[in-house]
């Protein structure tokens, strides 16, 4: 830099601790250390004074031989330029970014922003020259960037650094701009200019340019710190965020409150509720300082004083302060967001609000604001990412949303599939979810589908645009993705692909009628909402761990001695630290409810019991429909305990039974069929003492499922997406694997995470992951271990291992280290209890405790940490006295702590679990060192290949001797290997023709010099050779006669000269013939004569392949040849290829002789190319000799015949090797294969490449499979387009009977892959470009037919279960459980009569009056009735049980959802109703109301009825001989209604229990509260009552809620009751139950809901209310997720259909 004086900070480097001391001292404090050679700072840090030096540096040196120790520039602006220089010397900058937090920080901690906002146009340029001029002087070619430090206060400027490579910053540059800037460096590599290579944006302009932007984006890290104890939250220069967003708008605003929420979905914006002003916090950063900036902001800080803190730019201070001070205008419509004026609203947006933050702020909902918004008509507009500011056309896919727009870039005509991604990257979710959203997106665009990502990761594939039709880089909220969604209208959206993230959404978008593609959210919802799902295991009698929510202290530590300690507690809300923890008992448990959780009714914990000592296993599974048609299971090394991400996995499991592994298969299948699952899904199960529990089970794709994918062989996602799609696949079920073992490593960070406890727990803290292959898990696992960085060790080990109970575990593998010749140190107690077993063991202690003793303990006590700053130790193995699972939480730091944390600064490799050490040590014994590269083992291809033995083709001409010009054996066996073919049968019509010995030698002599395959001759039977062939007959390929008109001289018509050979040739060889039509049945007729087998070559018509096909019925020893020719073409495509050209022997059939082929293809014993080559200009000359050139193009053409699903890849085997060896008695080719690649697809050129002949008749035509190798006599013959092997190298096969007898068949060819068993052939006239959408045409029908798998028995795995209980039909015990409507295991088009539960057995022809009438149970079984009645109607599946049936549907009184949800119920069950009309029936004659029900009953099956008078129903009832239903009976009971409110709760909340119900309104009058309330009794709820003094609660009703024990509270308004309310129950003021209007209207109006006293309500309250109502709900509530009415109206229809069933006796 000096040369072209430039200046570089001041800078020393260091190889010792005291060379970094004199440089400190040169230098002054502060200075900045740093680790040579290390990405992302590892190993750094700022030190300001002599002792914070030492420990930075000792710690560095652990980690590389150098340091560097800089002057401190901290404060200064540090500014990026990315630069790309080509080796013409063209050198541009890209672009300029800049960070907001000033250098101290580094850049991958930082906020940064492109392009740069607070340089002047003097600054800019100065340091875009100083950058080429480096640049250029470096001699970069490539790509590089150079980071600066400028002084805020003057020009002055340092060069901290050129990285000459792609770094962090080059993905976020190129996501920025546009401009991929790892393609270019890659051209620019290879010495193209710049100026060549195109802009990737425009498609038209150069890529020697520089960016202009006409937007700004922000990039943000993510920190996930508080999943580590005792870690620093201080940032500074050594990086320790897990990811990192990237955010896009028109301003520094929209974008910087678009990337705070894209980093934490939970984070609303730029909130300064999150964190209170501090001045410390802002002056020593931490990972949430920007918080701290918002609440100080709002705290009234000047921004003096926050630059002075901070050193943050004034310029962005002053933006930030621009989004407060709107804020503060937003809060002035605090109590009346109706008054806020629109200019208000749109100003919001374009701050980058988002409707959330807008609706917290003014006190109203999500959905208020947005529908607010859309009538104001204040929508976002689509903009493309433009690299040259508008200045050319851009035609790109990249997009992102704004509000600072006037009109959308481009249009939305297109149909698309919309993809949601994986957003940022935090512990937990990282590049597993990305890899999945990629390889959909890829199969969506193979399917034909146009694609729309949605993702806003700068690090991840599926945000490169060329990966979909349509990038949206934009956050995955409900807001934005809603979005999108209506501007393009697609087809659907995909959000089982991306992780937790569209997951947490799926629900929001479907209830605002998004079409969800896959599985239906409203299974999801019932996979994670713990009460539905464990319910749903009960149900099908799957076992689970115990567990409870629970929201008091008392309860918990009462639960937690019911099932015994240890237990897991999961809070829902954390205050600091890990959100999950392991309580071993009511001290832990104590400890950890009092420091980390609020425990309320609103923040309850779910404690479950943790299963000790259990194996854990992961189960990914793919199903359709809820048949399940994959499975990969997974199993953890470590004991259960231990979050399974950070878990070691072994795939395919090695350690699982068979008859555990069937239950494990029972267990999926049940489940994916409760569950209804299209799509991914992933269970997790703990296996002990033979019994197996689910723990959990997420409705997506899991992090393994590329690690299966990858190790199995079978492409999940690919296979998810098909059926997500509606395509049919055949299942894959449980997957072996190819051979090799997959091991799944966790890499950790703690390097880098300063004080971080390394343990393993429930919470998952593992930053990446690494999986490599192996023979054995053995093998595997010590690859996965030495990938993370872990080292094996030479000589010294320290063990120090806790309880007695892992002592005695680890003894046998002591042993093993000690016989492996290592030397030993353990801590004292470990020391000795493995030296009273024999192992010689050195004891060191522990160097922690500050005691006053002698000075000689004080030397001796140092020396565990001597030992460890001296690098004497290669390995630690430290395990922790406590079990697997618990974090500790007290500040007492341990001596197991203090010695993994040394291990880890100082580079140790360290293992803290006994499984793994087990597993370790037993790999170096078995192996010993690194393992070595195995390359069928270790290395991957993008191709599907498959080895297919060398196959032979019997039907080949050479053309040598006599036409060279055609072919010649050099070429004609080249084209031969380069189709997979390594043995020919050459025929004998050369020039002269071969029908003597002396033209016979002539032809062996030309072709064992020219051949490069191995060889066999043919003779042919000419008129007067007869008697001189038997002679040399054993040194041919065989006799072929031609018996109709070809391309030769040799035809004979004479049968008497057949008759000849036939008597004369000997026996045991093969006799050939060419013949057509008539003449195949007269050869047969001469061949059964002589009692001969024949060959019959080139069938090519039905009429023969059917005469064939009776001769072999009837026992004539016929075999028969097709060419692809006569398989791949008909006469219809001689159009295409000409007439002259199309001319061969025989002629191309009609369609219907080619189908014929196909429909015999079991009487088709061979496959040959009949390789008759010609040159163009013969075949297009005036008379064409007949023939096509075909040994290059047969396999490729039979291979897309295999992937089209009309052969198999054994049927090639057995046509082109097997039946070829036995009918011509052909020797084995010893080290012969062939390698294919079944999924390249290509399109055939107008030639082959290596025959002479120059054209083909297949031009043009797309194909898929392709000979990639083949090895030939144990050398490479042919490899990718290139023959290496000389003229001359094939052999006469002939000459090796004599030296070989020939052995059976080979079986080892069976190993070929398996490929979906061979379907019908049906040749459509139009080829399908794109796959049928789930959304066009036929709806669910349209998949209605697929995979009819026979009724699944499923065994209940749960152990539990008594042995005598009998099962039916689906596996569930008739004693307990309720038979469920199987879609899968009943026909499509009615369901049979099934039995009904014994529970509910009472009920069967019952008069349904009150709710008194049912217990718990008939009621829980009742619900489970609905819902599934209600998931069958959803998928629109016949119900037709109550076929024949008849319903009265008899109201006295008016009513719309009661009598119209009953007249569904009954219809949608197959029954029909008879309305009864009180106006038009004889109750106008006076008839009474007993009479009208006991007439109506002679007609139907069952009555339904509602009457003003309360009892009027009950008195009715006891006159009808047939059932009654209580529709209603004035202001007495409804019991209908109360069931189904009940239902509804429990549908959306998951559970009834522990809720506190509100009721609002006229509770005088209502009796749908009235039969609530007595219904509710029978759980444990707390009732509320809000309501006018004179319309309270009946006396009766309060005494009898009162004496089941149910706390009821009265209260005078909504917002008073509503916080800790969970249902809220509002009720209309009924006008028609009052004597006066004047009573009427002193209650009306009382209590009206809207949305500004909702903002007061849980996130997961639910609002009900019977309908109708008059004004208590006003209308903006309705589209707020939690008014649930609507949804409630709706399951009375369900509620209704049960009853109806149960009442009838049908289900």
Same mark, same amino acid.
């Given at each position: 830099?000096?040369?072209?004086?430039?200046?570089?900070?001041?800078?020393?480097?260091?190889?010792?601790?005291?060379?970094?001391?004199?440089?400190?001292?040169?230098?002054?404090?502060?200075?900045?250390?740093? #680790?040579?050679?290390?990405?992302?700072?590892?190993?750094?840090?700022?030190?300001?004074?002599?002792?914070?030096?030492?420990?930075?540096?000792?710690?560095?040196?652990?980690?590389?031989?150098?340091?560097?120790?800089?002057?401190?520039?901290?404060?200064?602006?540090?500014?990026?330029?990315?630069?790309?220089?080509?080796?013409?010397?063209?050198?541009?900058?890209?672009?300029?970014?800049?960070?907001?937090?000033?250098?101290?920080?580094?850049?991958?901690?930082?906020?940064?922003?492109?392009?740069?906002?607070?340089?002047?146009?003097?600054?800019?340029?100065?340091?875009?020259?100083?950058?080429?001029?480096?640049?250029?002087?470096?001699?970069?070619?490539?790509?590089?960037?150079?980071?600066?430090?400028?002084?805020?206060?003057?020009?002055?400027?340092?060069?901290?650094?050129?990285?000459?490579?792609?770094?962090?910053?080059?993905?976020?540059?190129?996501?920025?701009?546009?401009?991929?800037?790892?393609?270019?460096?890659?051209?620019?590599?290879?010495?193209?200019?710049?100026?060549?290579?195109?802009?990737?944006?425009?498609?038209?302009?150069?890529?020697?340019?520089?960016?202009?932007?006409?937007?700004? +984006?922000?990039?943000?890290?993510?920190?996930?710190?508080?999943?580590?104890?005792?870690?620093?939250?201080?940032?500074?220069?050594?990086?320790?965020?897990?990811?990192?967003?990237?955010?896009?708008?028109?301003?520094?605003?929209?974008?910087?409150?678009?990337?705070?929420?894209?980093?934490?979905?939970?984070?609303?914006?730029?909130?300064?509720?999150?964190?209170?002003?501090?001045?410390?916090?802002?002056?020593?950063?931490?990972?949430?300082?920007?918080?701290?900036?918002?609440?100080?902001?709002?705290?009234?800080?000047?921004?003096?004083?926050?630059?002075?803190?901070?050193?943050?730019?004034?310029?962005?201070?002053?933006?930030?302060?621009?989004?407060?001070?709107?804020?503060?205008?937003?809060?002035?419509?605090?109590?009346?967001?109706?008054?806020?004026?629109?200019?208000?609203?749109?100003?919001?947006?374009?701050?980058?609000?988002?409707?959330?933050?807008?609706? !917290?702020?003014?006190?109203?909902?999500?959905?208020?604001?947005?529908?607010?918004?859309?009538?104001?008509?204040?929508?976002?507009?689509?903009?493309?990412?433009?690299?040259?500011?508008?200045?050319?056309?851009?035609?790109?896919?990249?997009?992102?949303?704004?509000?600072?727009?006037?009109?959308?870039?481009?249009?939305?005509?297109?149909?698309?599939?919309?993809?949601?991604?994986?957003?940022?990257?935090?512990?937990?979710?990282?590049?597993?979810?990305?890899?999945?959203?990629?390889?959909?997106?890829?199969?969506?665009?193979?399917?034909?589908?146009?694609?729309?990502?949605?993702?806003?990761?700068?690090?991840?594939?599926?945000?490169?645009?060329?990966?979909?039709?349509?990038?949206?880089?934009?956050?995955?909220?409900?807001?934005?993705?809603?979005?999108?969604?209506?501007?393009?209208?697609?087809?659907?959206?995909?959000?089982?692909?991306?992780?937790?993230?569209?997951?947490?959404?799926?629900?929001?978008?479907?209830?605002?009628?998004?079409?969800?593609?896959?599985?239906?959210?409203?299974?999801?919802?019932?996979?994670?909402?713990?009460?539905?799902?464990?319910?749903?295991?009960?149900?099908?009698?799957?076992?689970?761990?115990?567990?409870?929510?629970?929201?008091?202290?008392?309860?918990?530590?009462?639960?937690?001695?019911?099932?015994?300690?240890?237990?897991?507690?999961?809070?829902?809300?954390?205050?600091?630290?890990?959100?999950?923890?392991?309580?071993?008992?009511?001290?832990?448990?104590?400890?950890?409810?009092?420091?980390?959780?609020?425990?309320?009714?609103?923040?309850?914990?779910?404690?479950?019991?943790?299963?000790?000592?259990?194996?854990?296993?992961?189960?990914?599974?793919?199903?359709?429909?809820?048949?399940?048609?994959?499975?990969?299971?997974?199993?953890?090394?470590?004991?259960?305990?231990?979050? =399974?991400?950070?878990?070691?996995? @072994?795939?395919?499991?090695?350690?699982?039974?068979?008859?555990?592994?069937?239950?494990?298969?029972?267990?999926?299948?049940?489940?994916?069929?409760?569950?209804?699952? #299209?799509?991914?899904?992933?269970?997790?199960?703990?296996?002990?003492?033979?019994?197996?529990? /689910?723990?959990?089970?997420?409705?997506?794709?899991?992090?393994?499922?590329?690690?299966?994918?990858?190790?199995?062989?079978?492409?999940?996602?690919?296979?998810?997406?098909?059926?997500?799609?509606?395509?049919?696949?055949?299942?894959?079920?449980?997957?072996?694997?190819?051979?090799?073992?997959?091991?799944?490593?966790?890499?950790?960070? *703690?390097?880098?995470?300063?004080?971080?406890?390394?343990?393993?727990?429930?919470?998952?803290?593992?930053?990446?992951?690494?999986?490599?292959?192996?023979?054995?898990?053995?093998?595997?696992?010590?690859?996965?271990?030495?990938?993370?960085?872990?080292?094996?060790?030479?000589?010294?080990?320290?063990?120090?291992?806790?309880?007695?109970?892992?002592?005695?575990?680890?003894?046998?593998?002591?042993?093993?280290?000690?016989?492996?010749?290592?030397?030993?140190?353990?801590?004292?107690?470990?020391?000795?209890?493995?030296?009273?077993?024999?192992?010689? @063991?050195?004891?060191?202690?522990?160097?922690?405790?500050?005691?006053?003793?002698?000075?000689?303990?004080?030397?001796?006590?140092?020396?565990?940490?001597?030992?460890?700053?001296?690098?004497?130790?290669?390995?630690?193995?430290?395990?922790?006295?406590?079990?697997?699972?618990?974090?500790?939480?007290?500040?007492?730091?341990?001596?197991?702590?203090?010695?993994?944390?040394?291990?880890?600064?100082?580079?140790?490799?360290?293992?803290?679990?006994?499984?793994?050490?087990?597993?370790?040590?037993?790999?170096?014994?078995?192996?010993?060192?690194?393992?070595?590269?195995?390359?069928?083992?270790?290395?991957?291809?993008?191709?599907?290949?498959?080895?297919?033995?060398?196959?032979?083709?019997?039907?080949?001409?050479?053309?040598?001797?006599?036409?060279?010009?055609?072919?010649?054996?050099?070429?004609?066996?080249?084209?031969?290997?380069?189709?997979?073919?390594?043995?020919?049968?050459?025929?004998?019509?050369?020039?002269?023709? !071969?029908?003597?010995?002396?033209?016979?030698?002539?032809?062996?002599?030309?072709?064992?010099?020219?051949?490069?395959?191995?060889?066999?001759?043919?003779?042919?039977?000419?008129?007067?050779?007869?008697?001189?062939?038997?002679?040399?007959?054993?040194?041919?390929?065989?006799?072929?006669?031609?018996?109709?008109?070809?391309?030769?001289?040799?035809?004979?018509?004479?049968?008497?000269?057949?008759?000849?050979?036939?008597?004369?040739?000997?026996?045991?060889?093969?006799?050939?013939?060419?013949?057509?039509?008539?003449?195949?049945?007269?050869?047969?007729?001469?061949?059964?004569?002589?009692?001969?087998?024949?060959?019959?070559?080139?069938?090519?018509?039905?009429?023969?392949?059917?005469?064939?096909?009776?001769?072999?019925?009837?026992?004539?020893?016929?075999?028969?040849? @097709?060419?692809?020719? %006569?398989?791949?073409?008909?006469?219809?495509?001689?159009?295409?290829?000409?007439?002259?050209?199309?001319?061969?022997?025989?002629?191309?059939?009609?369609?219907?002789?080619?189908?014929?082929?196909?429909?015999?293809?079991?009487?088709?014993?061979?496959?040959?190319?009949? %390789?008759?080559?010609?040159?163009?200009?013969?075949?297009?000359?005036?008379?064409?000799?007949?023939?096509?050139?075909?040994?290059?193009?047969?396999?490729?053409?039979?291979?897309?015949?295999?992937?089209?699903?009309?052969?198999?890849?054994?049927?090639?085997?057995?046509?082109?090797?097997?039946?070829?060896?036995?009918?011509?008695?052909?020797?084995?080719?010893?080290?012969?294969?062939?390698?294919?690649?079944?999924?390249?697809?290509?399109? *055939?050129?107008?030639?082959?490449?290596?025959?002479?002949?120059?054209?083909?008749?297949?031009?043009?035509?797309?194909?898929?499979?392709?000979?990639?190798?083949?090895?030939?006599?144990?050398?490479?013959?042919?490899?990718?387009?290139?023959?290496?092997?000389?003229?001359?190298?094939?052999?006469?096969?002939?000459?090796?009977?004599?030296?070989?007898?020939?052995?059976?068949?080979?079986?080892?060819?069976?190993?070929?892959?398996?490929?979906?068993?061979?379907?019908?052939?049906?040749?459509?006239?139009?080829?399908?470009?794109?796959?049928?959408?789930?959304?066009?045409?036929?709806?669910?029908?349209?998949?209605?037919?697929?995979?009819?798998?026979?009724?699944?028995?499923?065994?209940?795995?749960?152990?539990?279960?008594?042995?005598?209980?009998?099962?039916?039909?689906?596996?569930?015990?008739?004693?307990?459980?309720?038979?469920?409507?199987?879609?899968?295991?009943?026909?499509?088009?009615?369901?049979?009569?099934?039995?009904?539960?014994?529970?509910?057995?009472?009920?069967?022809?019952?008069?349904?009056?009150?709710?008194?009438?049912?217990?718990?149970?008939?009621?829980?079984?009742?619900?489970?009735?609905?819902?599934?009645?209600?998931?069958? /109607?959803?998928?629109?599946?016949?119900?037709?049980? !109550?076929?024949?049936?008849?319903?009265?549907?008899?109201?006295?009184?008016?009513?719309?959802?009661?009598?119209?949800? *009953?007249?569904?119920?009954?219809?949608?069950?197959?029954?029909?109703?008879?309305?009864?009309?009180?106006?038009?029936?004889?109750?106008?004659?006076?008839?009474?109301?007993?009479?009208?029900?006991?007439?109506?009953?002679?007609?139907?099956?069952?009555?339904?009825?509602?009457?003003?008078?309360?009892?009027?129903?009950?008195?009715?009832?006891?006159?009808?001989?047939?059932?009654?239903?209580?529709?209603?009976?004035?202001?007495?009971?409804?019991?209908?209604?109360?069931?189904?409110?009940?239902?509804?709760?429990?549908?959306?909340?998951?559970?009834?229990?522990?809720?506190?119900?509100?009721?609002?309104?006229?509770?005088?009058?209502?009796?749908?509260?009235? =039969?609530?309330?007595?219904?509710?009794?029978?759980?444990?709820?707390?009732?509320?009552? +809000?309501?006018?003094?004179?319309?309270?609660?009946?006396?009766?009703?309060? %005494?009898?809620?009162?004496?089941?024990?149910?706390?009821?509270?009265?209260?005078?308004?909504?917002?008073?009751?509503?916080?800790?309310?969970?249902?809220?129950?509002?009720?209309?003021?009924?006008?028609?139950?009052?004597?006066?209007?004047?009573?009427?209207?002193?209650?009306?109006?009382?209590?009206?809901?809207?949305?500004?006293?909702?903002?007061?309500?849980?996130?997961?309250?639910?609002?009900?209310?019977?309908?109708?109502?008059?004004?208590?709900?006003?209308?903006?509530?309705?589209?707020?997720?939690?008014?649930?009415?609507?949804?409630?109206?709706?399951?009375?229809?369900?509620?209704?259909?049960?009853?109806?069933?149960?009442?009838?006796?049908?289900?």
């Amino acid at each position: 830099m000096e040369e072209i004086n430039e200046h570089v900070a001041p800078s020393e480097a260091a190889l010792s601790l005291d060379q970094a001391l004199a440089a400190a001292e040169k230098l002054g404090y502060p200075v900045l250390v740093r #680790t040579a050679f290390a990405l992302g700072g590892l190993g750094s840090g700022f030190a300001n004074n002599k002792e914070e030096l030492t420990t930075l540096v000792t710690q560095a040196f652990a980690h590389s031989s150098q340091v560097l120790i800089d002057k401190s520039l901290k404060g200064w602006k540090e500014i990026e330029y990315e630069v790309v220089r080509d080796v013409y010397d063209n050198c541009i900058t890209v672009c300029n970014m800049e960070n907001v937090d000033p250098l101290g920080i580094h850049t991958g901690e930082s906020i940064v922003v492109a392009p740069s906002q607070t340089l002047n146009d003097k600054e800019y340029n100065m340091l875009r020259s100083t950058a080429i001029k480096v640049i250029r002087h470096l001699g970069v070619v490539g790509e590089c960037n150079i980071q600066y430090a400028l002084s805020p206060e003057s020009e002055q400027y340092y060069i901290i650094e050129v990285n000459a490579r792609l770094s962090r910053s080059s993905a976020l540059a190129s996501k920025a701009t546009g401009y991929p800037l790892a393609y270019v460096a890659a051209k620019l590599a290879l010495g193209i200019p710049l100026p060549v290579l195109r802009n990737s944006v425009t498609n038209s302009t150069t890529a020697n340019f520089e960016p202009s932007l006409d937007y700004c +984006v922000v990039k943000v890290p993510r920190w996930d710190l508080s999943k580590f104890l005792r870690v620093s939250t201080k940032i500074g220069s050594c990086m320790k965020s897990v990811g990192e967003v990237m955010s896009i708008g028109r301003c520094f605003e929209e974008a910087f409150q678009k990337a705070l929420r894209m980093v934490d979905e939970n984070c609303v914006g730029f909130d300064h509720t999150l964190k209170p002003p501090s001045d410390e916090e802002l002056e020593t950063p931490t990972d949430k300082r920007i918080f701290v900036l918002a609440a100080s902001l709002k705290a009234g800080y000047t921004i003096e004083r926050l630059y002075e803190l901070t050193k943050i730019d004034r310029w962005f201070l002053h933006k930030m302060k621009n989004i407060i001070d709107h804020l503060s205008v937003l809060e002035s419509y605090k109590q009346n967001e109706s008054n806020m004026p629109i200019e208000v609203l749109k100003k919001a947006k374009q701050l980058g609000f988002s409707d959330r933050q807008i609706a !917290l702020v003014v006190h109203s909902t999500e959905l208020a604001v947005r529908k607010k918004r859309q009538e104001w008509n204040i929508l976002p507009v689509v903009k493309q990412v433009d690299t040259v500011a508008a200045e050319w056309p851009a035609q790109t896919n990249y997009l992102y949303l704004t509000y600072n727009g006037t009109e959308h870039d481009l249009e939305f005509d297109d149909v698309h599939v919309m993809v949601i991604g994986s957003g940022v990257y935090r512990i937990g979710s990282s590049v597993e979810f990305d890899w999945c959203a990629v390889r959909c997106i890829q199969e969506l665009r193979k399917m034909g589908f146009k694609t729309v990502m949605v993702n806003y990761n700068p690090e991840t594939v599926s945000t490169d645009y060329d990966m979909c039709d349509r990038l949206y880089f934009d956050e995955i909220s409900f807001e934005v993705v809603m979005d999108i969604y209506e501007l393009e209208n697609p087809e659907g959206v995909i959000l089982s692909m991306g992780g937790q993230l569209p997951n947490n959404i799926a629900m929001s978008l479907h209830r605002q009628q998004c079409v969800i593609l896959g599985t239906s959210p409203e299974y999801i919802d019932n996979a994670e909402n713990r009460f539905k799902f464990s319910r749903m295991l009960d149900t099908i009698g799957i076992s689970q761990p115990q567990w409870k929510e629970l929201s008091d202290r008392e309860s918990v530590k009462q639960f937690c001695n019911n099932v015994g300690y240890p237990c897991v507690v999961r809070p829902s809300y954390v205050l600091s630290g890990a959100a999950m923890n392991v309580a071993y008992s009511d001290t832990d448990l104590q400890k950890f409810l009092s420091s980390a959780v609020a425990l309320s009714k609103e923040h309850p914990v779910v404690i479950s019991k943790f299963i000790q000592e259990a194996k854990e296993i992961d189960v990914d599974a793919v199903a359709c429909d809820g048949v399940v048609i994959a499975i990969a299971v997974s199993e953890h090394v470590e004991n259960a305990g231990v979050h =399974s991400g950070d878990a070691t996995l @072994v795939t395919p499991a090695q350690d699982i039974n068979q008859r555990t592994m069937e239950r494990i298969k029972a267990i999926v299948h049940a489940i994916g069929q409760e569950l209804q699952v #299209t799509g991914p899904f992933n269970l997790q199960l703990i296996a002990k003492d033979d019994q197996l529990k /689910v723990i959990e089970c997420n409705l997506r794709v899991s992090r393994s499922f590329p690690f299966v994918s990858k190790s199995l062989g079978v492409d999940m996602v690919a296979l998810s997406t098909q059926v997500i799609m509606g395509e049919e696949v055949e299942p894959v079920g449980l997957m072996k694997g190819t051979g090799v073992v997959g091991v799944k490593v966790p890499q950790f960070s *703690f390097s880098r995470l300063a004080g971080a406890d390394v343990v393993l727990g429930v919470e998952m803290t593992s930053t990446g992951e690494v999986a490599c292959f192996g023979e054995n898990r053995y093998e595997a696992y010590l690859k996965a271990m030495l990938s993370t960085g872990f080292k094996i060790p030479k000589e010294n080990i320290l063990l120090s291992i806790g309880s007695y109970k892992n002592k005695s575990e680890l003894l046998s593998t002591v042993q093993t280290l000690e016989s492996l010749g290592y030397n030993l140190y353990a801590s004292l107690g470990t020391a000795d209890f493995y030296s009273e077993h024999g192992i010689k @063991v050195k004891a060191v202690d522990w160097p922690f405790e500050d005691t006053d003793n002698d000075s000689p303990f004080k030397e001796k006590q140092r020396s565990i940490i001597d030992y460890l700053e001296e690098n004497h130790f290669d390995m630690v193995i430290n395990l922790s006295m406590r079990n697997s699972g618990g974090r500790r939480l007290s500040s007492f730091v341990t001596k197991g702590y203090r010695t993994r944390r040394l291990a880890i600064d100082y580079s140790v490799p360290l293992i803290i679990d006994i499984k793994c050490t087990k597993m370790f040590v037993e790999a170096l014994r078995r192996i010993g060192g690194a393992p070595p590269v195995k390359t069928h083992v270790d290395c991957l291809t993008s191709q599907k290949l498959i080895r297919l033995p060398g196959l032979i083709d019997v039907h080949v001409h050479l053309r040598e001797p006599g036409d060279t010009h055609k072919e010649d054996f050099s070429s004609g066996t080249a084209a031969a290997l380069a189709g997979g073919v390594t043995m020919v049968c050459a025929m004998p019509n050369t020039k002269p023709a !071969l029908v003597d010995q002396n033209t016979f030698t002539l032809a062996m002599k030309l072709a064992e010099a020219g051949a490069r395959c191995d060889f066999a001759v043919f003779v042919g039977a000419s008129s007067d050779n007869a008697s001189a062939l038997p002679e040399f007959a054993s040194m041919t390929a065989g006799l072929k006669m031609y018996l109709n008109d070809t391309f030769s001289s040799l035809k004979m018509e004479n049968v008497s000269l057949w008759m000849e050979h036939f008597e004369k040739w000997p026996k045991h060889l093969p006799i050939v013939a060419h013949a057509e039509k008539q003449t195949v049945a007269a050869i047969l007729m001469v061949a059964q004569l002589y009692q001969r087998p024949i060959h019959i070559c080139h069938v090519a018509r039905k009429e023969e392949i059917q005469i064939i096909k009776a001769a072999k019925q009837k026992g004539v020893q016929v075999t028969c040849e @097709v060419a692809p020719h %006569h398989l791949f073409l008909c006469q219809e495509d001689l159009d295409r290829i000409g007439h002259s050209r199309g001319q061969v022997r025989p002629m191309l059939g009609t369609r219907e002789d080619m189908e014929a082929l196909w429909e015999n293809l079991d009487t088709i014993d061979c496959f040959a190319t009949d %390789h008759a080559p010609h040159t163009v200009e013969e075949k297009t000359g005036e008379r064409p000799p007949p023939g096509y050139p075909g040994l290059e193009t047969m396999l490729p053409l039979l291979l897309t015949a295999v992937s089209e699903g009309r052969l198999t890849v054994e049927d090639i085997v057995k046509r082109l090797y097997e039946n070829p060896r036995k009918i011509f008695s052909l020797p084995v080719q010893q080290e012969t294969y062939i390698e294919v690649d079944l999924e390249h697809e290509w399109t *055939f050129p107008s030639c082959m490449q290596f025959t002479k002949s120059k054209w083909t008749p297949f031009e043009g035509m797309k194909v898929k499979g392709k000979v990639r190798r083949v090895i030939l006599r144990g050398e490479v013959a042919y490899i990718d387009g290139q023959v290496l092997v000389p003229p001359g190298y094939g052999e006469d096969v002939k000459k090796w009977n004599s030296r070989i007898s020939v052995p059976p068949l080979p079986p080892q060819h069976k190993e070929v892959i398996k490929t979906p068993e061979r379907r019908p052939v049906v040749h459509s006239e139009v080829i399908r470009s794109r796959a049928p959408s789930p959304r066009r045409g036929g709806g669910a029908a349209a998949g209605e037919g697929r995979f009819h798998l026979p009724p699944r028995i499923h065994r209940s795995s749960d152990p539990g279960l008594p042995q005598d209980v009998t099962y039916f039909q689906d596996g569930h015990p008739l004693s307990t459980q309720i038979t469920r409507l199987s879609p899968q295991s009943v026909p499509l088009q009615s369901v049979p009569h099934l039995q009904t539960s014994p529970l509910l057995h009472p009920l069967i022809g019952q008069h349904i009056l009150s709710v008194k009438q049912f217990s718990k149970e008939q009621m829980s079984h009742l619900f489970n009735i609905a819902h599934n009645f209600r998931m069958m /109607v959803q998928k629109e599946r016949s119900l037709d049980i !109550l076929k024949g049936k008849v319903m009265a549907s008899m109201f006295f009184e008016v009513s719309t959802r009661t009598s119209s949800s *009953f007249t569904a119920a009954m219809q949608r069950l197959g029954g029909s109703v008879i309305h009864f009309s009180e106006s038009t029936s004889s109750v106008q004659k006076g008839e009474s109301l007993a009479d009208s029900v006991q007439t109506m009953s002679s007609y139907v099956d069952v009555v339904v009825l509602r009457h003003p008078e309360p009892g009027a129903v009950e008195v009715a009832a006891r006159h009808c001989r047939k059932p009654v239903i209580n529709a209603g009976d004035g202001v007495g009971e409804h019991p209908t209604q109360a069931l189904l409110d009940v239902f509804t709760i429990r549908e959306e909340l998951g559970t009834v229990n522990g809720m506190t119900i509100t009721m609002v309104g006229d509770l005088k009058h209502g009796r749908t509260v009235h =039969s609530l309330a007595c219904l509710l009794t029978q759980y444990r709820v707390n009732l509320r009552y +809000v309501t006018p003094k004179n319309l309270r609660m009946p006396p009766g009703i309060i %005494h009898f809620v009162a004496s089941k024990g149910i706390k009821q509270e009265e209260f005078d308004s909504i917002e008073e009751a509503l916080p800790d309310t969970d249902v809220l129950y509002m009720t209309r003021i009924q006008k028609e139950r009052f004597a006066s209007e004047g009573e009427y209207n002193s209650c009306f109006g009382q209590f009206i809901l809207t949305p500004h006293i909702m903002t007061v309500a849980k996130q997961k309250m639910v609002v009900m209310h019977p309908l109708p109502r008059v004004n208590e709900i006003s209308v903006e509530v309705d589209c707020d997720p939690r008014a649930a009415y609507f949804r409630q109206a709706e399951n009375g229809m369900f509620i209704r259909m049960a009853l109806l069933a149960t009442v009838l006796a049908r289900y």
